[in-house]
């Protein structure tokens, strides 16, 4: 028996809907919201000021002394190195991870929390295998977008994407699904595929009491 699919389509979708990625060890989950531009326009603008400082604080030796009070070579050295390591700074922020992706490996059987960054690379930043998970639900705050959470031992809990709550719900079945072992689902299809034992109805005589 073939398992649902679930196939969301992005561009037909509310910008906090969810997208989801088929491949070849299971699929991955993240906010469309996020990877539809907005991390991208913020990478942008943090390598473009990154490199606008750096460029001003070169620029701070050309200032002619005279335009400078007090000890100008000291004031350029500090205005210098402070402007420098403000771009260094956000120029490598911009290279860093700033999009969060749950990775749910039906193969390997655990979830990755991952990073992705701006070369399409991922981060792994937490591994957590099918066996810690207690329960997953959806979280919903009015005003908000409804929430995928894992229940772990100890009372921990982890988020793994937020949407649209009808989107969750779909999602939330299909990852109930995949976190059974493969005895437990062979149990639930052979459950859902037995037939139904009819009950044999004794008929009533007519004059019968």
Not at 155 to 160: K, P
Request: charged share 25%; aromatic share 6%.
């Amino acid at each position: 028996m073939t398992e649902a699919r679930i196939t969301l389509h992005p561009k037909m979708h509310h910008p906090k809907s969810i997208q989801l990625v088929e491949t070849h060890w299971g699929y991955i989950l993240s906010s469309q919201r996020a990877t539809a531009g907005g991390s991208a326009m913020s990478e942008a603008a943090m390598r473009f000021f990154g490199i606008v400082l750096v460029m001003t604080a070169y620029a701070i030796w050309l200032v002619p002394a005279g335009l400078i009070p007090g000890e100008p070579l000291q004031l350029k050295a500090g205005l210098a190195v402070i402007l420098a390591l403000g771009g260094a700074t956000l120029y490598f922020l911009s290279s860093r991870a700033l999009v969060q992706e749950t990775q749910v490996d039906t193969t390997s059987r655990e979830i990755r929390l991952a990073r992705r960054v701006r070369d399409k690379k991922t981060r792994v930043t937490r591994r957590i295998p099918f066996s810690s998970v207690q329960s997953a639900y959806v979280r919903r705050d009015e005003g908000k977008p409804a929430e995928l959470h894992l229940r772990l031992g100890a009372q921990e809990t982890v988020h793994l994407v937020s949407g649209l709550e009808r989107e969750l719900n779909l999602v939330h079945g299909r990852f109930c699904r995949d976190l059974k072992s493969p005895a437990e689902r062979m149990e639930m299809r052979l459950s859902v595929a037995a037939p139904t034992p009819v009950r044999a109805v004794r008929l009533r005589q007519a004059g019968q009491r």
